[in-house]
């Protein structure tokens, strides 16, 4: 039986309510302009960035909130290197730096931007490294909830596209061009202790521009691209109006 008072229950809730409202400031405070940025092109679906720059966006939900929460915390206190949270814009078409200001309607899907974490010289060479926050524990709907360890033995595929969109950045804008990148994997159920890196070799520039660019022309066309099914279709703020067939979604996702 709950024994406490009224009062302290209004008080708890009062406390809640404001530790909220904190993370939701931290997590809106820096809004990100209106440029095809690194991470709309990481994914396979082009569809969901599509509807990004063209219907409204979704207010974001209580758990995006703690979980970019986690991420602005993690990326403003550790880094890794004396280049850290380093912010690129480069006209991918030209191959030329351009300021973000100058980015408009008619350049918009020429263009990217992105903000490299962590830029490390290791024995002469530049390695672009990225932070990740995973979880091992996972829950087991089908079993009432309980929990399961699982094993993170590759790191996303999203997130390799990411660093190599980042590799190509560095190229135009200050003429270096990295060979490997870093996955740093921290595991949010053990409070990061035991930090997982994952290192590879990054993809060769014309070859990432090649694809990067094959991503702005699908994004700057005026119909939808074609909707590519993945685990992630339940979790797209646009999956009310893509309406993904069911019996395509991966039933676990």
């Known amino acids: 039986m709950d024994t406490t008072s009224l009062e302290d229950r209004r008080l708890g809730e009062e406390v809640i309510r404001r530790f909220k409202e904190a993370q939701k400031r931290v997590v809106t405070q820096d809004k990100r302009s209106n440029t095809v940025h690194a991470s709309h092109i990481t994914g396979d679906c082009m ?3 599509w509807y990004d720059f063209r219907e409204k966006p979704e207010s974001l939900s209580v758990e995006s909130i703690a979980n970019f929460y986690v991420g602005q915390i993690l990326h403003k206190n550790a880094s890794l290197g004396k280049k850290n949270e380093v912010h690129y814009s480069a006209n991918i078409r030209t191959m030329k730096p351009i300021p973000t200001k100058e980015i408009n309607d008619i350049n918009r899907f020429d263009c990217v931007t992105g903000t490299a974490d962590d830029l490390i010289e290791f024995e002469g060479n530049l390695i672009i490294a990225d932070k990740k926050t995973w979880s091992s524990l996972k829950i087991n709907y089908r079993d009432g909830g309980s929990y399961e360890k699982r094993e993170k033995t590759e790191p996303d595929s999203n997130y390799i596209t990411q660093l190599n969109i980042y590799k190509l950045l560095i190229y135009i804008c200050d003429g270096v061009e990295a060979k490997k990148g870093v996955l740093l994997y921290l595991d949010k159920a053990t409070s990061f202790k035991d930090p997982l890196p994952f290192v590879f070799d990054l993809k060769p520039i014309d070859e990432i521009r090649s694809i990067v660019t ?36 991966p039933r676990w996702s």
């Open 47 to 49: 569809r969901r960035t």
């Open 214 to 249: 094959d991503k702005l022309n699908l994004i700057r066309q005026h119909i939808e691209p074609d909707r590519v099914i993945t685990k992630y279709c339940n979790y797209c703020p646009h999956k009310k109006i893509c309406d993904p067939p069911k019996e395509l979604i």
